[in-house]
């Protein structure tokens, strides 16, 4: 089987505003899961209760269609960075469907 890429050259290019803003909003929940797990005081959260508190906030920069399900993996980075001790309970497998 063969395929023919054909690119013409007014192909839809990345624009540099949405790059910005998609930097941003990471930006933003790195900050905002470093809150979370700081608030929580002695224990660390786990990934599910970060989930849930991001979930239920109004984040308006997050891509239509896909919301904050789409961004889950900057959200766990940040979370395995900042709580490199965490539980095999909290691996990514187990929380896809518990927020």
């Known amino acids: ?34 809150e979370i797990i700081k608030k929580q005081g002695e224990g660390v959260p786990d990934l599910v209760h970060v989930m849930r508190t991001l979930a239920s906030e109004n984040i308006p920069s997050l891509p239509p269609g896909g919301e ?20 095999d309970d909290t691996d990514s497998t187990s929380t896809d469907d518990m927020w």
Do not use: G, H, W
């Not at 624009?15 to 941003?24: I, Q």
């Open 1 to 34: 089987m063969s395929v023919i890429l054909i690119c013409f050259p007014n192909a839809p290019k990345v624009s540099p505003e949405a790059v910005k803003k998609e930097a941003e909003l990471d930006k933003y929940l790195e900050c905002r899961v470093e």
């Open 68 to 87: 904050l399900a789409s961004k889950r993996n900057v959200i766990e980075a940040v979370y395995n960075r900042l709580n490199p001790y965490k539980n």
